[in-house]
């Protein structure tokens, strides 16, 4: 719907800007073919927006009004797509999408960004059947604006990795069950504690339903994440002095499913745990990033550098301009 708006508003505009004009020049000056041309034409005529006569067609004063409403809608459109289309060729990531606003902002919330996740989710997941997601109040905004999509029921919901913090509704096991609820689907669990030793973190591996976690990652279809800032996912962690001492040292900005990435994409530090590990992330068909906020552009840009490329970005327009000048 969208595309087919712009597609009109560019050849109103034009009209405007060129008029009167005949199809074919019109067509060349659009980048559309003159089929298509002729078909945005004849629509723009059947709501009297334009008038076609034999020296070509002009706006009409009903035209000149909707072009003068619909431009700061379209024209904030095209800056996302521009946006966009420069974050997707700088990192080599599969796409990216832009929604309004700052959720770095005073009052702000991650609504927008959980919708366009959601819908983003549900055009691309087609036979995907194992679904990892990880925790976070970005992730948690997801589940509530999910439609059921053809097949939704046959899906398992799992989470990404162990969990993070105190806030229970945040934790990546119950935004997993939140997703399965909606969907009418199934879930399972995944309960280690960070703090784990090595030793512990050896026995735990043994265990049977460790096995069959992990089997489920190196099946998994789909992996929903979010991306946080280093220095406050440690906190968040209630890491020791001496683990933020050496992410501070070692230039750590930004942080995905126990990973943490400096500014060059490259790890610097990752926590034991069981759950997505990146070896994973070239073999998983879709991968949906999902963070906003001018405030986390850092960290975002820690982590698209080393982005697997079937990566699809979803974030906001301050995250995205903030981006683009560290770039």
Same mark, same amino acid.
């Given at each position: ?49 334009? &008038? ?36 997707? &060729? ?8 832009? $929604? ?19 819908? $983003? ?155 997505? &590990? ?50």
């Amino acid at each position: 719907m969208m595309a087919a708006l712009q597609q009109r508003y560019l050849v109103l505009k034009l009209i405007k800007t060129s008029g009167p004009i005949g199809r074919r020049p019109l067509a060349e000056t659009a980048g559309l073919s003159e089929r298509e041309t002729r078909s945005v034409m004849e629509a723009l005529r059947d709501q009297h927006l334009i &008038q076609v006569a034999k020296e070509g067609a002009r706006i009409t004063a009903e035209g000149e009004s909707v072009l003068y409403d619909l431009e700061p809608l379209i024209e904030l459109q095209y800056e996302r797509n521009i946006l966009g289309k420069r974050i997707k &060729q700088t990192f080599g990531i599969k796409d990216v999408h832009i $929604v309004k606003g700052d959720s770095s902002e005073i009052g702000a919330s991650n609504e927008l960004l959980g919708a366009e996740a959601a819908s $983003v989710f549900s055009s691309r997941i087609g036979k995907g059947r194992v679904v990892a997601v990880t925790g976070g109040s970005t992730l948690a905004s997801i589940p509530k604006h999910l439609s059921c999509y053809p097949g939704a029921e046959d899906t398992l919901f799992i989470p990404a990795r162990g969990g993070v913090g105190d806030d229970i509704g945040l934790q990546a096991n119950v935004i997993a069950a939140t997703f399965a609820q909606t969907c009418n689907a199934s879930y399972k669990s995944l309960y280690y504690p960070e703090s784990l030793s090595e030793e512990a973190h050896a026995i735990f591996l043994k265990e049977p339903g460790a096995q069959r976690m992990m089997d489920l990652y190196s099946s998994a279809d789909c992996l929903l994440h979010g991306i946080g800032d280093a220095q406050k996912m440690a906190v968040m962690r209630e890491s020791g002095e001496d683990e933020r001492r050496l992410l501070a040292a070692r230039g750590a900005k930004g942080e995905a499913f126990g990973y943490y990435f400096n500014r060059e994409g490259e790890i610097v530090h990752h926590l034991r745990t069981v759950g997505i &590990q990146t070896d994973d992330l070239k073999r998983i068909p879709l991968i949906l990033a999902v963070a906003g906020g001018s405030e986390k552009a850092e960290a975002i840009l820690s982590y698209l550098h080393a982005a697997a490329k079937q990566t699809v970005l979803i974030t906001d327009e301050g995250a995205a301009r903030e981006l683009m000048n560290f770039i």
